[in-house]
């Protein structure tokens, strides 16, 4: 369900944080979907427990997930707070992206055609791996 990457020197946290993530706000994993076990899904990835059990944790408190006693952990429906959030976010990473991209001299049309490139790139990506 999650590729992760442990040579790729992002955090294991944080890639599996990211995935859940993209697969809530994409749709991929749609509103009442109930995720694996923290166990499970250690098992699953080859990771701590405890790593898992932080990413959910986080998740929760930023509104991408659901606890439900004795039930299990689920993708919670995409709010209208989570709607600003995410726009949020993304505001605030296209701003780093935009800010280095002029520090290291590429002009607005470049730094316009790399993300249209890179974009294009994630979306043919996905369309190969999809079954």
Same mark, same amino acid.
């Given at each position: 369900?999650? &590729? ?11 890639? =599996?944080?990211? !995935? ?7 749709? !991929? ?30 998740? &929760? ?7 439900? &006693? ?9 709010? !209208? ?33 790399? =993300? ?16």
């Amino acid at each position: 369900m999650f &590729q992760l990457d442990p040579r790729s020197g992002v955090p294991i946290y944080l890639q =599996l944080k990211e !995935r859940i993530r993209h697969q809530v706000t994409s749709g !991929r994993l749609a509103p009442g979907t109930r995720l694996p076990t923290v166990r499970e899904l250690a098992v699953d990835l080859r990771i701590n427990a405890n790593t898992v059990s932080r990413v959910y944790s986080e998740l &929760q408190r930023e509104g991408y997930l659901e606890t439900r &006693q004795g039930s299990g952990t689920y993708v919670r429906e995409v709010g !209208r707070d989570l709607r600003e959030a995410r726009r949020d976010r993304v505001r605030e990473l296209l701003r780093e992206i935009v800010a280095e991209g002029l520090n290291l001299g590429y002009t607005q049309e470049e730094l316009i055609a790399a =993300l249209k490139a890179e974009i294009d790139r994630i979306h043919d990506k996905d369309r190969r791996d999809s079954p």
